[in-house]
Every structure is written in C-alpha cells, then in structure tokens.
C-alpha cells in the first residue's frame, strides 16, 4: 500500500513516511521474545506436559481462527480468501472510484468478476452438489454458518463487491426456504448451471417500499401500513402493480423475488412471486448514488401489471411474511459477518500504517497510546466473530439471535473503522488508504436488512413471553 509523501499529524507533529520493519527486533516498551523473561522463552523451558497446555509461539490470528474450524469449513476460508485476493482486492478502489453509471451500464469489469465468481462456484455453494457447487461434507454444517464465514473474508476485500456477489443468496432464500422442490427444478438448478458457464443467472430480493423502509421487517410495523404493491388475480396468474426501492442487485438480477400483498388485503397477504426481469411492464428505473458499497446497485424497480404466471407463486399464497421473516432471521447473520470484514479490514489497515509510519524518531507501532488502540481494534473483531461463529451453528436461528448479531457487530465495525480513522489522522480521508471506504461501506450496514433499531424491538419481540412471565 503507498503512502503519501512528510506530512504534518492532527497534533502539529511531523510524520515521516517510510518502512521501518528492520529497526527493531522488539517493540519499544516490551521484551523480545529471546529475553528469559518472555513467555515464549520462558514456556519453552517448562516441563513437557506442561508445554501441552501454554503456547506462546508466534501466529497470524487469521490463521489461528481458521485451524480451529472444521476440515470443510477451512478450506471454504481459505478459498473465499484466495478468490478475493486475486479478483476483489485489485478491484475494490478503482470501482469505488468511478463516477455512478445508470442502471442496466454495469462496467465490464463487474461482469467480468460476476462471471469468474460464477464458474469458481460461489454464486451455487447455497446447495450441495450435484444440484449446486458446495462439496456435501461442508452440509453438515448450517448455511448460515457456511455464508457467515464466506461473507466475512468478501467483505474484507471490499463491501461494494461482496454485496454484488452476496445480495444473490438472499434472493435465491425464499424460493430455498419453500420448500418446494418444483421451483429449485424449474428456476434454481437452470441458474446454477448458467452460473457454472459463466453466464451469470442473478436473484433478488424485494420487499423494500418507498413508504416502507423497516416497516415491512418489524410486525407492529407492518400491521400499520398500508401495503404500496398489490397483486390482483387474473386469468393464469396475478398482475403486480407498484414500487421497490433500494433492491441490491435488482439491476443486475435476472430473478427477483417480490414480496406483495393480495389486492383489498393487508400485510397478512403478502405473498412471495418469481418476477424475470424480462417480463413485460417491468422496469429498473434507477439506481442510488450511494455513500458506500457503490460497486453493487441499489435499485427502484417498477411493476406496471407485471404478469406472474401462478406456478411462479412461492411457498403459497399468503405465506410471504412468514417466508420473509423466516429469511431475515438467517440473513442478518450473514450481515453480522460482513461488519466482522469490515472491521478486520479497519484494524488490518491501522496496523499496516502504524508499522510503517514514524512520528518523530519512533514508529508509530512504538507508541503505546497506539498499541492499545490497534489491541482494542484486535480484539473488538475476535469478539464479534467469535458472537457470529457462535450464533451460526444453529441451522434454524432464532429472531433474537440474527438481530443481536446483526446490530451488535455493525455498530461495533462502526466503531472500529472511526478507531482506524482515529488512528491514521488526515491520512484516512485519502481514498488510497482504504479507510474512509471501509467507514463507509460499514455505515451501510447500520442500515440494510433492517434498521439496529427495528432489530433492537425484533429481540424484544421475539423475547416478550418471557417479559410478560412475571
């Protein structure tokens, strides 16, 4: 990562650019680890049984956090990480860069990325193969947990372009969750084999209103409002009428799982359709300039008596909430995950410049007001992962606790990247740093797949028997 040329620091104080990894073997304030009173030497005179039990031997904690995974879920980290490092990473600037590009003008290279991620399978692992690309063994282990870890490493190399490659599973949910093995036969498995080409078949998920944001995620809310697409029954099928906004991936997507209410009915009816984008009276009509995550679109969709045949009605008619909550309870795991990206990717970039960067005669590294700020960073990212890897073994995750992974570790990437920012001084606003990107995209996070404030009432909600047992 380059670095800009002498600058002056937020305190007045001049800071020196350049590396700096050879002038110690320590940290200045602690003891290097070939001194008699450092754990590692001192470990490695004890008594061998005892050995067995400390271990001070020096490792990547990325690493450390993989070994402790099962077989299959470690070589799921350790390939996601590999793609990213070789197709998100060099990317991630240069598309967040770019001016907005109108919806249905995606740039070639995002083509490009979607297509190779299709053919190294990571657009079909939400199935086993044969029917998808995820080696059986990995099944053993919940698809939350699966996506929590995949999501995480993408988001690490670039919100933008995890969420252009991610908002597909949350469309693919419902039409999974159905449990009806027509519409995998008929819709999923043609998708995944045109994805397996290289001929990326997207989904999407739309439930979002332009009067409804959080309201259609929260059950008070919705039972208030009045719903804004309807669909009404004709001969064959059903014609939608009506708006969604801030769909990701509705731009790209060429399936999109739209969530409406039966026409003169309330949210009670919503019901989930299969609308193709090429359907007559469908229409992307913009995409949102964003504040972050800008490599993957935020679109408003327009249904003018968009025609869904009936054998396209997923999981029966009325039974959209249920489908909807059902997803949003596995999903905001996932979301969890990618503030754990983000947050590691905050700290990672802290720690890069306070190893190369000097205030005065010392590296920053060599500060301890900055050591302790960069080991709060550290360890605020183990202990949102550690929340995540927990909540996700469940195969069937309860409301309360998607939504507390979902608010408590996107706040806390939020505090990270400020941290980070903190850390770096006027070096963070400059884009080739990474950090004000990754602030950005984390503040999204706040925000999508619910409010933290929905989600907040969302753990009340699903908690209120036992409030009320008193």
Same mark, same amino acid.
């Given at each position: ?98 001016? #907005?590009?109108? *919806?249905? @003008? =995606?740039?070639?290279?995002?083509? +490009? &990325?979607? /297509?190779?991620? !299709?053919?190294?399978? %990571? $657009? ?16 053993? #282990?919940?698809? *939350?947990? @699966? =996506?929590?870890?995949?999501?995480? +490493? &993408?988001? /690490?190399?670039? !919100?933008?372009?995890? %969420? $252009? ?31 397996? /080409? ?273």
């Amino acid at each position: 990562m380059g670095h800009p040329q002498p600058i002056v620091s937020s305190s007045g104080k001049p800071v020196i650019a350049g590396a700096a990894s050879g002038d110690a073997e320590h940290l200045l304030g602690h003891l290097p680890p070939t001194h008699a009173l450092s754990p590692r030497r001192a470990f490695a005179a004890l008594r061998f049984p005892t050995r067995l039990l400390v271990d001070a031997s020096p490792v990547d904690p990325w690493e450390l956090d993989t070994r402790r995974l099962p077989a299959t879920l470690q070589r799921l980290r350790r390939r996601t990480r590999a793609f990213v490092q070789r197709e998100l990473e060099p990317l991630a600037l240069q598309i967040d860069a770019m001016p #907005h590009w109108p *919806a249905g @003008q =995606q740039p070639e290279e995002l083509n +490009e &990325l979607l /297509r190779r991620a !299709g053919r190294a399978g %990571l $657009l079909t692992d939400t199935l086993p193969w044969p029917l998808g690309s995820g080696p059986p063994m990995r099944y053993r #282990h919940s698809l *939350a947990m @699966q =996506q929590s870890i995949k999501v995480e +490493e &993408l988001a /690490r190399g670039c !919100g933008g372009l995890m %969420l $252009l490659l991610s908002a597909h599973v949350l469309g693919l949910a419902p039409l999974l969750q159905s449990g009806d093995p027509r519409l995998l036969r008929r819709f999923v498995l043609p998708a995944f084999r045109a994805c397996r /080409r290289g001929d990326p078949h997207l989904f999407a998920y739309a439930i979002t209103e332009p009067a409804a944001g959080s309201d259609v995620e929260d059950g008070h809310g919705a039972a208030c409002y009045r719903p804004g697409v309807v669909a009404r029954r004709t001969e064959g099928g059903w014609l939608l009428r009506g708006r969604k906004c801030f769909i990701s991936g509705g731009d790209v997507a060429k399936s999109i799982a739209v969530f409406a209410a039966l026409d003169g009915e309330d949210m009670a009816s919503w019901t989930c359709f299969l609308v193709h984008n090429d359907s007559p009276g469908f229409r992307v009509a913009r995409t949102e300039l964003k504040m972050g995550m800008r490599a993957s679109g935020a679109a408003e969709l327009e249904l003018e008596d968009v025609f869904v045949p009936s054998d396209r009605v997923v999981g029966g008619l009325r039974q959209g909430w249920a489908l909807n909550r059902a997803t949003l309870n596995m999903s905001r795991l996932p979301v969890g995950a990618m503030a754990v990206g983000f947050a590691q990717a905050a700290a990672d970039i802290a720690v890069d410049f306070a190893r190369s960067q000097r205030l005065g005669d010392r590296r920053l590294i060599d500060y301890q007001e900055v050591q302790t700020a960069i080991a709060d960073m550290l360890a605020e990212c183990a202990a949102i992962r550690a929340f995540i890897w927990q909540s996700a073994r469940s195969w069937a995750p309860r409301q309360m606790t998607g939504a507390a992974c979902k608010f408590h570790c996107t706040d806390a990437a939020v505090r990270v990247a400020y941290q980070a920012m903190d850390l770096l001084g006027n070096h963070a606003v400059l884009p080739g740093m990474r950090a004000e990107k990754v602030f950005r995209d984390a503040r999204l996070t706040q925000i999508f797949e619910g409010t933290n404030q929905i989600n907040r009432l969302a753990l009340i909600e699903d908690m209120q028997d036992l409030f009320l047992n008193v």
